[in-house]
């Protein structure tokens, strides 16, 4: 129920009771498209959430903030791919944050697996997923996230160092 107070929400609401004003006013065009209104914002939440919103409260430490507003989440089935993949990328730091790794783990597969976030963004859960089977020991499933990898330009001098660290681990353990 937390998905009811979305901001985009009250904002439907608040367009249908100026719909509903407009009408007992004799305005009805001026109510249909207030209630037109109030259906684009409830269906911009259903489709978008409020991931990005969330993502950016991660980046500033505001957790509490970032927790909340993907809570209000209707269905992260419902959103859009980039929106859906950013939504799994947010859990995932929530919880590592949280020291909840394998939730974490579980979280950052589904982002990979979707797939539609930026490359930036794409190249750090790919050695983040790396890091962690590689600490673990299973150094196959490592390498194939490293071998995804390839596919990408690194152009940032210290996530190619990560990745030469990584994949040197890789061959020191043949």
């Not at 901001?7 to 037109?36: D, E, R, Y």
């Not at 150094?139 to 390839?150: A, N």
Request: a positive charge.
């Amino acid at each position: 129920m937390r998905y009811l107070y979305a901001p985009k929400l009250v904002l439907a609401l608040l367009l249908m009771a100026f719909g509903l004003f407009s009408f007992s006013q004799g305005l009805q065009l001026m109510g249909f498209m207030m209630f037109g209104m109030a259906l684009v914002s409830m269906l911009a939440h259903l489709v978008f959430g409020q991931v990005f919103g969330a993502y950016k409260a991660i980046a500033q430490e505001r957790k509490v903030k970032a927790i909340r507003q993907l809570n209000a989440t209707f269905s992260p089935n419902l959103l859009v791919g980039m929106h859906r993949s950013y939504y799994w990328l947010t859990w995932s730091i929530i919880h590592a944050q949280n020291k909840q790794f394998e939730q974490s783990e579980h979280c950052l597969i589904k982002a990979v697996e979707i797939g539609k976030m930026r490359k930036r963004d794409q190249i750090m859960a790919l050695v983040n997923l790396a890091q962690v089977f590689i600490s673990r020991g299973q150094f196959k499933e490592g390498q194939t996230y490293l071998t995804q990898l390839e596919t990408f330009e690194i152009t940032d001098l210290r996530i190619k160092e990560l990745v030469q660290g990584l994949n040197q681990k890789i061959i020191s353990s043949n």
